[in-house]
């Protein structure tokens, strides 16, 4: 792959061109970690698409394609968890927030996946999976 090119979907990329290393996905894999502590703390994903903002567009394209999927599953959950939210009060929001819930850590999990093949993620741009 030539540098000015744009990552094919899930190319393998195995190391930086001309620095004989990988890259560090380090940042990257800390977002998804984030993404998937909200769980928990509630507010980590905050922190998460922020560090994603920060550095998105510094990395080789692969890493970037990253960033951008982490930025664009922040937003979508936001947008699904704000609709499901306001179906509480009919009550199918509930198992609503449910799957959104499984959404969240499917795309976690392929995110953590194709940073370990050190690839894009697959279907960057999908409302779903």
């Keep these: 792959m030539r540098q000015d090119e744009t990552p094919i979907e899930g190319e393998v990329v195995k190391e930086e061109k001309g620095s004989g290393k990988a890259p560090d996905t380090t940042m990257a894999m800390v977002v998804y970690a984030l993404y998937l502590a909200s769980f928990v703390l509630g507010f980590t994903s905050l922190i998460g698409v922020v560090i994603a903002y920060v550095y998105k567009g510094k990395g080789p394209k692969w890493l970037d394609e990253h960033y951008r999927y982490q930025i664009r599953t922040f937003w979508m959950g ?39 093949e050190t690839r894009a993620p697959s279907n960057v741009n999908t409302w779903l999976f």
């Design 78 to 116: 936001f947008l699904y968890a704000a609709v499901f939210s306001l179906l509480t009060f009919i009550l199918i929001g509930f198992p609503l927030l449910v799957a959104l819930a499984v959404w969240l850590i499917i795309r976690c999990v392929k995110g953590f996946k194709g940073l370990q």
